[in-house]
């Protein structure tokens, strides 16, 4: 119910505090289900109907004005991801022979990917203690609250460029060792001034949008090795590695969750966010154990850098625009992005439940773990029973129970499960369970749809555009909601309306549903093909 995250927000920005119970499409794998994403991802790279003449921008390669690109084509599977793959088979991930073997083979990667996305759940700790800082020392409203913990989310709806950047301007000769030490001490730097004794919210605001956006470029990085690591291999090479991913993502919000809410309630925020500038260094030692070599830029000309950077990044919004124009790709991204940006009323809901019904912080710390695990079985419903049924049909009947048991949010407000005999505790808890499973099976048909809806040569590159175009959904999402909250004039003493507000939000989620004539009829046929093509490749190898 409350803190089991809003999918995007919580995968974006892990110090959103606007986490109310069900929001349809936007509930948590804490927060990793983004990781599955990859698994499909690298079956996009199979696709055909991409002209031949966009090639690979995702890696910043640049196609001259007028060449003739005929001859392009994707490269086949990398001396490196072959290593990969056979480590990946023999060593299960992370168990070498001996110590010497582990430290001289692609393991390393493992471990920086394993440490950045553990990281990502780590910062979970941070949650409620931001949400505290808001409500209770800046005594804000919870309109304006919903507003500037959205405002952080804005790094997240760039990705691309943190990608481009990474790829084309190699610092100090590293294209990924030196972003991640950058993402590492900016994220401390930012954690820090935060724990410390400020009492000017655009300050904090500023350094938490900081923090964002060291998690959001750390984890643009991070994909960036996934897919190089990924490319040209089997399903099997993917799905262990988004596997891993997802592993070391949850493990952090697990370990987070509870804490979250009872070191603030036996300390305070400052100090939770003294702790929380600890994590942001492990990224930092991720850098440290990639096997990369130095290079120079292939793009950026050191001589004149803004020069050549121009036409660069030209070139890289034409050939997205290529792609995105595509209406078999326009409309689909038009649906997604509608899904995400239905209002909601996470925050005003928190403040009720803290003001009105007296939930502690450590309660809403239990509550978080809860929605953790309980994200964990989504995932696996999803996997288990419908990763083969058609995804119009789970788009709409997610949003339709979603609906139906996100009403339940106005039995609480009207104490009607009192009146049934259930405390307002055990109704919180149960509920959160019943509504973080139903909102990640309702959000796995989105980063399904995204990662198939990227053509051949464009992969890393949309599908990052893509996550930035959820985010930006989420973004306004979050923007109405506060509206709205304004508007029926909910604040942090006054709960009147409260109850039309939750019933107006949780019904807009149907609003998408007649959009859903946009997805392309051949998303699930294309899935069929694709497997059948992959098993008579396998049977063929053997």
Partial sequence: MIFHQNIVRAHTDPNSVGQGRFTLAKLSLSSKSHRNARYMSSRATRRRGMPNVINK????????????????????????????????????????????????????????????????????????????????????????????????????????VYGFLSDSVPIGGYKRRSYLILCGALGAASWLVVSGPVVSCPVIVFALTCGSLSTACADVVADSIVVELSRGGPQSTAGSLQSLCWASQSTGSILSAYFSGSLVQLYGPRPVFLLTACFPLLVTVAATVIPEKRIESKVIDTQDPIKSLVPALKNQAVALWDAISQKSILYPAIFVFLWQATPTADTAMLYFETNELGFSTEFLGRIRLLASIASLIGVGVYNSFLKDVDLKKIFLWTAVLGTGLGMTQLMLITGVNRTLGISNELFALSDSALLTVLGQVSFMPVLVLAARLCPEGVEATLFATLMSLLNGGSFLGSALGSGL??????????????????????????????????????????????????????????
């Fill in 57 to 160: 921008i995702g890696q910043a390669d640049v196609v001259d004005e007028g060449a003739n690109t005929s001859h392009i084509s994707v490269p086949k599977r990398s001396s490196k991801g072959q290593k990969v793959l056979q480590s990946l088979r023999v060593n299960r991930y992370l168990w070498g022979k001996s110590a010497s073997d582990f430290f001289t083979r692609p393991e390393l990667e493992l471990v920086a990917i394993s440490l950045v996305y553990l990281v990502q759940g780590l910062l979970g700790l941070s949650r409620l203690a931001v949400f505290t800082l808001f409500k209770d020392e800046l005594h804000m409203s919870p309109a304006t609250v919903g507003i500037l913990t959205g405002a952080t989310m804005i790094p997240w709806v760039i990705k691309p």
């Fill in 485 to 542: 909250t304004g508007l029926f004039g909910v604040t942090a003493e006054s709960f009147d309306n409260l109850a039309p507000l939750i019933a107006l939000c949780t019904l807009l989620t149907l609003a998408p549903l007649p959009f859903l004539r946009l997805l392309p009829e051949s998303v699930n046929k294309d899935n069929e093909s694709e497997d059948k093509d992959s098993d008579d490749s396998d049977n063929n190898n053997n």
